[in-house]
């Protein structure tokens, strides 16, 4: 199957077709998600919750999510690979902004990076755009903000909010961005944004009149416990079962079932006999010459 581009998942929203995201961290959950047939991965700075175990997204750094996207992409085939900018790699100006985007181009085989706010990161994604790099916005709860927020809590519930997060949206688009991440509020807002944007919303939290939606892998299967948002629907519950079967493996080497034969390498009887020979034989000691 070839990659999907980001026109074509554009082109999602004119046609009607809902598009799918998921977030992945590693070589070997890249290959599960591409094979699902998702539409794009996002290897969300969230890896700083689920695979790093830090209590919020903000002490992720660069280093951290290069390393996992180029992991990512080496597993992915098919399906467009966004990287998240961590806190303070677009912040604190454009240039860094530029070179810290880039690094995920160049270095982790992104197709395009994520950054979160509104109205006060339209520049930055102006330059990236200017400078050929596919941008898609994020809205409403911005984790990197959380803070700010005083907790992982719904955003947009007021008129005034509301009428600021749409505005937010159609200036992303204005800059340039090919899709906008709406994340936790409500239904009808994200509705609205959505219908007086033309480029794909994304949700997650926001209902399902978004043009597609987005979950942390982690959540979906099973295999994170510390924090459920009420949004985050798990559709297999993968963690008793990983555990299950490490206390079978170490159940089965504390009584010697394993390893079995089937397990094992194992050798001719004459390989064998020659070899018990040999080491039978003294050793010669070695000349000194
Ligand atoms: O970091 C992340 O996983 C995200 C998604 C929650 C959209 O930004």
Do not use: W
């Not at 070997?28 to 699902?36: E, G, H, N, T």
């Not at 807002?189 to 939290?205: C, F, H, M, N, Q």
């Amino acid at each position: 199957m070839d990659r999907l581009t980001i026109p074509q998942i554009v082109s999602m929203k004119a046609e009607g077709r809902k598009i799918t995201m998921m977030t992945a961290y590693d070589v070997a959950f890249a290959r599960l998600v591409d094979d699902a047939g998702i539409d794009m991965i996002l290897v969300g700075d969230s890896l700083g919750m689920v695979m790093l175990g830090y209590p919020t997204t903000v002490p992720v750094t660069m280093d951290d999510m290069v390393r996992h996207a180029a992991a990512v992409s080496r597993g992915a085939k098919h399906a467009v690979l966004i990287g998240d900018m961590p806190f303070g790699s677009y912040q604190t100006s454009r240039d860094d902004a530029l070179r810290n985007a880039s690094r995920f181009l160049k270095e982790s085989g992104m197709d395009a990076v994520k950054l979160e706010g509104g109205h006060e990161v339209v520049e930055t994604v102006r330059a990236l755009v200017e400078n050929g790099i596919a941008v898609v916005g994020h809205v409403g709860l911005t984790p990197q903000r959380v803070a700010q927020f005083g907790g992982f809590k719904v955003q947009a519930k007021s008129a005034d909010a509301a009428r600021r997060l749409i505005d937010d949206c159609i200036a992303l688009q204005q800059a340039g961005c090919f899709s906008v991440v709406i994340e936790s509020v409500p239904a009808p807002v994200a509705a609205l944004a959505t219908e007086r944007i033309a480029i794909p919303t994304i949700g997650i939290g926001a209902g399902p009149d978004c043009d597609g939606q987005v979950l942390v892998l982690h959540d979906v299967l099973g295999l994170f416990g510390d924090f459920k948002p009420k949004f985050a629907k798990r559709y297999a519950d993968l963690g008793p079962i990983v555990v299950e079967a490490l206390q079978q493996y170490d159940r089965e080497v504390r009584d010697g079932t394993f390893p079995d034969a089937e397990h094992s390498f194992t050798m001719k009887d004459s390989e064998r006999a020659a070899l018990e020979q040999a080491l039978a034989e003294p050793r010669r000691p070695k000349k000194v010459v």
